[in-house]
């Protein structure tokens, strides 16, 4: 995962920081009689308080275009000495005219084409592109710019991230294990083919190895095959399922599950609902109806982290829907880009709690910031 982005986002990066390394204004020419008459009167200061200081001068030679400049640097034997001038006067003065770099927003924002276009072509949402420029922009347009520039854009890339990614500090296990009344009703949510039913099945094979007694509920009653699918992960679990037939009310087969896990003192519930296009409103109003009916303790919207930026739009007229907890992204493992998983979160406000990485019933793995932050950059 992250691999095409990782690469292609270290050459934008490399790129970037070059141009604006080139662009940026550098302020190198102060007059050398300037620095003499400072020189000068720093050395009687400090000579009348008794400190022991030394500067050395280097002549830097002048070219036809040139003005004559000279590099001070400052040495002391005394710590003391040195700290007081770097507090302010002399030497932090010399050292900032003849390090400061900086560039203009219009000149930023010229050189941010070829970074931006690395991020939307690796499914980065608008938003998300947005919000790493303005922080940028905050770090190095008309500010010094010291130091290696690309360590400075890392830097400052890092710190969007930190933000944009939100990771949940959500522990289903305790959540499930610390109501007091039974069931924990988990509603999931998705459009076609986001790997939901594969996903539900996953999870129900955590919750049993942690001691929980689940039943699965077919109340996809909409899409051929998929009670038959549901079922056969049912089979391979060992958990109960409840379905009805095909063209049912998928509320009534929703409440039947909650109904049956009160009866049978079970611990979760996990309701499998009809893929849907967000698009398709009489869809949306039929998942409002079981949202309505069962009033889950938790709404799980699952995506495919492949299609990028279709799951960033999908996530966000479902979370309007409904109002989603929290993002469970599929086929993590084959997703090179990454967009949607550094997106979804940011523009739903919603965090991911899990990633597929796998077609196992073991192969779901709690979202990590720090590695993904760490396999991107």
Same mark, same amino acid.
């Given at each position: 995962?992250?691999?095409? @982005?990782?690469?292609? @986002?270290?050459?934008?990066?490399?790129?970037?920081?070059? +141009?604006?390394?080139?662009?940026?204004?550098?302020?190198?020419?102060? *007059?050398?009689?300037?620095?003499?008459?400072?020189?000068?009167?720093?050395?009687?200061?400090?000579?009348?308080?008794?400190?022991?200081?030394?500067?050395?001068?280097? $002549?830097?030679?002048?070219? *036809?275009?040139?003005?004559?400049?000279?590099?001070?640097?400052?040495?002391? +034997?005394?710590?003391?000495?040195?700290?007081?001038?770097?507090?302010?006067?002399?030497?932090? +003065?010399? %050292?900032?005219?003849? %390090?400061?770099?900086?560039?203009?927003?219009? $000149?930023?924002?010229?050189?941010?084409?070829?970074?931006?276009?690395? @991020?939307?072509?690796?499914?980065?949402?608008?938003?998300?592109?947005?919000?790493?420029?303005?922080?940028?922009?905050?770090?190095?347009?008309?500010?010094?710019?010291?130091?290696?520039?690309?360590?400075?854009?890392?830097?400052? #890339?890092?710190?969007? &991230?930190?933000?944009?990614?939100?990771?949940?500090?959500?522990?289903?296990?305790?959540?499930?294990?610390?109501?007091?009344?039974?069931?924990?009703?988990?509603?999931?949510?998705?459009?076609?083919?986001?790997?939901?039913?594969?996903?539900? /099945?996953? #999870?129900?094979?955590?919750?049993?190895?942690?001691?929980? +007694?689940?039943? #699965?509920? /077919?109340?996809?009653?909409?899409?051929?095959?998929?009670?038959?699918?549901?079922?056969?992960?049912?089979?391979?679990?060992?958990?109960?399922?409840?379905?009805?037939?095909?063209?049912?009310?998928?509320?009534?087969? /929703?409440?039947?599950?909650?109904?049956?896990?009160?009866?049978?003192? &079970?611990?979760?519930? @996990?309701?499998?609902? /009809?893929?849907?296009?967000?698009?398709?409103?009489? &869809?949306?109003?039929?998942?409002?109806?079981?949202?309505?009916?069962?009033?889950?303790?938790?709404?799980?919207?699952?995506?495919?982290?492949?299609?990028?930026?279709?799951?960033?739009?999908?996530?966000?007229?479902?979370?309007?829907?409904?109002?989603?907890?929290?993002?469970?992204?599929?086929?993590?493992?084959?997703?090179?880009?990454?967009?949607?998983?550094?997106?979804?979160?940011?523009?739903?406000?919603?965090?991911?709690?899990?990633?597929?990485?796998?077609?196992?019933?073991?192969?779901?793995?709690?979202?990590?910031?720090?590695?993904?932050? $760490?396999?991107?950059?």
């Amino acid at each position: 995962m992250f691999g095409f @982005l990782k690469n292609k @986002l270290k050459e934008a990066v490399s790129k970037f920081s070059k +141009k604006v390394e080139e662009e940026a204004k550098v302020d190198e020419t102060i *007059e050398k009689e300037e620095i003499q008459q400072e020189i000068k009167e720093v050395e009687v200061k400090q000579d009348a308080k008794g400190f022991l200081g030394l500067f050395k001068k280097k $002549k830097i030679t002048e070219t *036809e275009q040139e003005k004559e400049t000279v590099e001070v640097k400052i040495e002391h +034997k005394e710590p003391e000495v040195k700290e007081k001038l770097e507090e302010k006067g002399f030497f932090a +003065k010399i %050292t900032e005219k003849l %390090t400061t770099k900086k560039i203009s927003e219009d $000149k930023f924002n010229d050189l941010f084409n070829d970074l931006e276009v690395v @991020l939307l072509e690796n499914n980065v949402a608008v938003e998300v592109i947005d919000k790493i420029k303005e922080d940028l922009k905050v770090d190095l347009v008309d500010v010094p710019l010291k130091g290696k520039i690309e360590n400075l854009i890392r830097d400052s #890339l890092r710190e969007s &991230l930190e933000e944009i990614l939100k990771e949940s500090n959500f522990d289903l296990l305790k959540e499930i294990k610390d109501k007091s009344e039974k069931p924990y009703v988990i509603t999931f949510v998705g459009i076609n083919g986001s790997g939901k039913t594969t996903t539900i /099945a996953k #999870l129900a094979n955590l919750l049993t190895k942690n001691n929980l +007694k689940c039943v #699965l509920v /077919a109340a996809d009653t909409f899409r051929a095959a998929s009670i038959q699918q549901l079922e056969e992960h049912a089979d391979n679990l060992k958990v109960k399922l409840i379905k009805h037939d095909y063209g049912a009310d998928p509320a009534a087969v /929703a409440f039947d599950g909650v109904k049956y896990a009160k009866s049978h003192n &079970l611990d979760v519930v @996990l309701i499998d609902t /009809a893929g849907r296009q967000h698009t398709n409103k009489n &869809l949306m109003e039929e998942m409002k109806k079981i949202i309505k009916v069962v009033k889950p303790d938790l709404k799980i919207f699952i995506g495919e982290s492949i299609t990028g930026n279709d799951c960033v739009e999908q996530v966000k007229e479902f979370n309007n829907a409904i109002n989603i907890d929290l993002i469970i992204l599929a086929k993590a493992d084959v997703d090179e880009k990454g967009g949607a998983a550094i997106s979804v979160s940011y523009v739903s406000g919603k965090p991911v709690l899990y990633l597929g990485t796998g077609q196992g019933y073991d192969d779901l793995e709690k979202f990590d910031k720090e590695r993904i932050i $760490k396999n991107i950059l």
